[in-house]
C-alpha cells in the first residue's frame, strides 16, 4: 500500500448527500477479478450516458478540476454495499483523499485498507471547504502528520483520526503481516476455543 | 460497574489481542464467501505465498451474477463472459484451497445469507464475517455478523481474525404488537425512517422488546438484515427458544451431547440486566403501518396510506434532496403514494426470500391474478427454499396467478445477471436498496414487505395489503 502522507492538489465538490457505493462505481464494474482499472467505472451513471457517451458537467470531468486529488462530497459518504472496488476506483482516477460530514462503516474502514484518506468535518466545515472548492484550479493541502487540511484561502481545519488507522496510512502497513507476527496469540485463542466449544471443530 | 451488552460478550469472546490505539484482533468463527468479493482477495494471498488458515471455517456460495434458470446447465453456460469468469475463478479458488462450496445449480446453494443459516453455519455468540454488508442478517441468531471490504476478506482468509475498534452499543425497543398485515419489513422501514441511514453509524444495534420475542427466525433476519440501511456496523437479537428451535436438527448445528452443551454457552449471550447503551430508541409497534420507500434512500419512507414529502415544507438542503429524489423516481410532490402505478414485482433477496416470505406473498397472491400491464417474478433464497415452497405448492400459487417461478439468487436485487429494470420501469420490491440505479439504471425501487408487493402485483400500483387480507 502506497502511504499517505501529505497531498497537495485540487480538491472536487460533490454537493450530493448519501452518496452510495452503488454511485461510486456501479455493479457492472463488479465483475472484475482484478483490482486495476476501474477508474472508468467511477460514478459512472452520473458522467455516462447508457451508452458509454459522456454527460458532460459532472466535476470530475471538469478541465479546471483535472488531476484533482481530494473529493468533498455530502453527508454520510460512501453508504450502501461493501464493495471494496469503491476506494479501488476513487484511487485508480487519482483521489487520494475524501472529506465528508461522515462516513459509512464499512467504506470508512475499506478507504484504511488502501491508502486513501477519508476526512470528517463538521457540517459547517465542510460547506466551508466546498464553497472554496467551486471553480477549481487552487490547492489545498492535506497533512495526515499535523491532522490538518488547508484551503486555498489559508484557512486550517483540524480532523480527528483514529491513531491505528492513521499509522497504517503513514507507513502504508501490510495489515496481514502485521497480524502474522501474532500468530503465537491466534494458536492460544484457538486452542482455548477447541477445548470451549469443540462442536466447532467437527465441521 | 454496569453489565455487559450483547455485544460486549460476543466482543471479549473473541478478542486475541489489543494494541495501544485499542485495535483488537478478533477472532472469526465463519467466514462466508461469494464470487464477487473474493477474486481480488485470493490473487493477494497467492502472490504472498499465504495459506487459508482454517478452510473448515469457511463456506463458499455462488450467488451475486448467477443467472436464475438454466443453472442445471452449470456454470460453462452462464451467457455473460465476465460474470462467468468470476465464477470460474470461485470454483478454481475453492478447490486450491480446499474451502467447502455449494455450485450453482447444488440445492443447498442460494444467496450467502439464506444459506449460512439454514445449513446452520450461523450459530448464536459467533462472530461471522462475508464480503457483503447484509452479512448482518446473521445478527438474528445473537451473532456479531459484520459485511467486510475486500483486503479484510483476505485478511481474514489469512489469519482467521479481523483487526477492528469495538463499535458503541444501541439498542432499539420494540413494543407492542403489530396490526395484521404488518412483520418485520414495516419494522425495520419505519425504524430506519425515524433514526436515519446514518442513526446507526459506529453503532451495533441490538433489538429488543416483546415484539422481537414474538418474531419467527425468519422475521429476526429481515429486522437484522436491513440493519446496515440504518448505518449500524451489525445488528443482534438475543438467542432464545425460537433460536434454538430453529438451529435444531440443521445439519452444520451440533448434535446430541454437543447441542446440550452448545445450547448451554449460548444461553449465556444475552444483555445484563443493568447493562448501559449508547443510545436508546423505542418503537411501539401497533402504531406502525404497512410501510413502503418513496425515494432513493431507504430512510425515505411513507405508510402506505400517507402522501410522499412536498419540498416546499422543507428546508432548502432537504428540499434540494427531496426534489432530486421525486425527479428520478418520477413521482408528484405531495401526491398519494398508492397511487403509484407499478410496472415489475421482484420477490426475492436475502431480506425477503426465505420460506415464511413465499408463503406471505403466497397467500395474497392465491386465487388472485398479477395485474395484464405487470411484470412480476419471484426468486427464491436457496434451492431448498426453492423445493420447500414447491412441496407446498406455492410455485403453482404463483404460477397461476401468472408470477414468473424463477431458481435462487441474488438476482434483481442488484442487477448483476441478467434479472433488472429498465430505464424508467418502477417495481415493487423486497430487497433492500431503493438506491439510483441499483435495480438497473433508471429504475425506480420501492422497498416493500413481500405481502404488500404481492398485493401491488394484483393490484398493478401500490397498495394497502390490508384491503386484501
Ligand atoms: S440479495 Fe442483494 S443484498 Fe443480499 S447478498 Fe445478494 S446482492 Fe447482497
Known sequence: ?203 | MSGKTLYDKIWDAHVVSTDANGEAILYIDLHLIHEVTTPQAFAGLRAAHRPVRRPDRTLAVADHNIPTEGQALGVGAVADVEARAQLQALERNVADYRIEFFPMGDPRNGIVHVVGPEQGRTQPGMTIVCGDSHTSTHGAFGALAQGIGTSEVEHVLATQTLRQQKSKNMRVTFTGAPAPGVGAKDFALAMIGRIGTSGGTGHVIEFAGEAITALSMEGRMTLCNLTIEGGARAGLVAPDQTTFDYLMGRPSAPKGAAWEMAVRHWRRFVTDADAVFDVEVAIDVSTIAPTVTWGTSPQDVVAVDGRVPDPAQFDTDTAGAIRRALDYMGLEAGQRIDEARIDRVFIGSCTNSRIEDLRAAAAIAAGRQVAPHVRAMVVPGSGLVKDQAESEGLDVIFREAGFDWREPGCSMCLGMNPDRLAPGERCASTSNRNFEGRQGRGGRTHLMSPAMAAAAAVAGHIVDVRTLL
Not at chain 1, 478540476?65 to 476506494?87: K, T, W, Y
Not at chain 1, 462503516?105 to 467551486?134: H, S, T, W
Open chain 1, 1 to 203: 500500500m502506497i502511504p499517505f502522507t501529505r497531498l497537495d492538489a485540487k480538491a472536487a465538490p460533490l454537493d450530493v448527500a448519501n452518496i452510495d457505493t452503488d454511485q461510486i462505481i456501479p455493479k457492472q464494474f463488479l465483475k472484475t477479478v482484478d483490482r486495476e482499472g476501474l477508474a472508468r467505472g467511477l460514478f459512472y451513471d452520473l458522467r455516462f450516458e447508457a451508452d458509454g457517451r459522456p454527460k458532460g458537467g459532472f466535476v470530475l470531468d471538469d478541465p479546471a478540476f483535472a488531476g484533482a486529488g481530494v473529493l468533498i462530497a455530502g453527508d454520510n459518504f460512501g453508504c450502501g454495499s461493501s464493495r471494496e472496488h469503491a476506494p479501488w476506483a476513487l484511487l485508480d482516477f487519482g483521489l487520494r483523499c475524501v472529506i465528508s460530514s461522515s462516513f459509512a462503516d464499512i467504506f470508512y474502514n475499506n478507504c484504511f485498507q488502501n491508502g486513501l484518506l477519508p476526512i470528517a468535518l463538521p457540517r459547517e466545515q465542510v460547506r466551508m471547504l466546498m464553497a472554496e472548492a467551486k471553480g477549481g484550479n487552487h490547492v489545498f493541502s492535506v497533512d495526515l502528520e499535523t491532522q490538518t487540511v488547508t484551503s486555498p484561502s489559508g484557512q486550517v481545519f483540524a480532523f480527528d483520526i483514529d491513531p491505528g488507522g492513521k499509522e497504517k496510512l503513514l507507513k502504508g502497513l501490510d495489515a496481514i503481516g502485521e497480524t502474522l507476527q501474532a500468530a503465537a496469540d491466534i494458536d492460544a485463542y484457538e486452542a482455548r476455543r477447541a477445548l470451549d466449544q469443540p462442536w466447532l471443530e467437527l465441521a
